[in-house]
């Protein structure tokens, strides 16, 4: 058997850092490597084949630092990438290696949240052009009805640090509006990509009491940890003294800086080419 690796936390950029806090506050012990794929961020707006090209080499990657599973911290490489990775990529490695997403565990438990049955999903294009999420949360939850809506430029504002601006008021409501346009009874809504949890102020600020807004990290968090209970024989894989390490294709310097608002802490990362 290989040594103990790290599990691998692959993002198109900074937004999987808001899922790899929550991750590392549930579950310290464990070491993680992060990659960012800063260089050709953003996913969102890119076609299938690229995100699937792309994540598969970050996954590659990964691998090859010897990670035996990685987490897809990026609904739009969940959305787009995960499945074809897991059915045309992994079985080459031997059942060895496990990839996982962030659309299945939010759908799993998005039915505890709603009353009205009702979902509102906020997300990038290809989130959800690719319809990722009414399908599976149709698999556990039939009677929910499920709304969606592109933001495209809310990527873009938290990328550019103007999350706080007033410019970035004007795109949140317009897009929060389409999305309650849609139904009137609405009483969830779930942030379906790892920046928006930045917005979340913003996004309450447009949104009429009584609807619930879910970020994913707590759940991403959650769900991991019952995945390495249910399954020893990858959990004896993953090393456990508390490592952390960051890597991204663009600038050091720039992530080292831009991180922060992400993660909350300074970070110290390394440069990759893929
Ligand atoms: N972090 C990605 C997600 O969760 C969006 C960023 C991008 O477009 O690359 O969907």
Not at 175 to 189: A, F, G
Request: glycine content about 6%; aromatic content about 10%; charged content about 20%.
């Amino acid at each position: 058997m290989s040594n103990p690796a790290p599990i691998g936390i692959f993002d198109s950029g900074y937004g999987g850092l808001t899922i790899l806090k929550e991750i590392e506050n549930l579950i310290p012990r464990y070491n993680f490597i992060y990659l960012g794929d800063n260089a050709r961020t953003p996913y969102g707006t890119r076609s299938f084949e690229t995100v699937y090209e792309y994540t598969l080499e970050s996954v590659r990657w990964l691998f090859s630092q010897g990670c035996s599973l990685v987490i897809l911290a990026c609904n739009t490489a969940s959305a787009k990438a995960l499945r074809t990775i897991q059915q045309n990529d992994l079985p080459q490695y031997n059942n060895e290696k496990r990839v996982l997403g962030v659309i299945r565990p939010t759908a799993e438990i998005i039915g505890n949240y709603t009353s009205s049955k009702q979902i509102g999903i906020l997300g990038t294009k290809g989130t959800v052009q690719s319809l990722s999420y009414p399908i599976e949360i149709e698999k556990f939850y039939p009677a929910i009805k499920v709304f969606q809506q592109a933001c495209p430029l809310w990527v873009p504002l938290v990328e550019n640090n103007e999350y706080e601006s007033e410019g970035a008021d004007y795109f949140i409501k317009k897009d929060i509006e389409s999305l309650l346009n849609k139904s009137h009874d609405i009483d969830t809504i779930l942030l379906g990509c790892t920046h928006y949890p930045l917005l979340l102020n913003k996004i309450k600020r447009y949104l009429p009491a009584g609807i619930e807004v879910i970020s994913q990290g707590p759940i991403i968090a959650k769900s991991l940890e019952d995945y390495l209970h249910r399954h020893p024989e990858i959990d004896e894989k993953c090393s456990k003294n508390g490592g952390l390490q960051f890597f991204t294709t663009d600038s050091e310097k720039d992530f080292n800086t831009h991180s922060e608002i992400f993660y909350g802490k300074k970070v110290n990362s390394v440069h990759i080419d893929l």
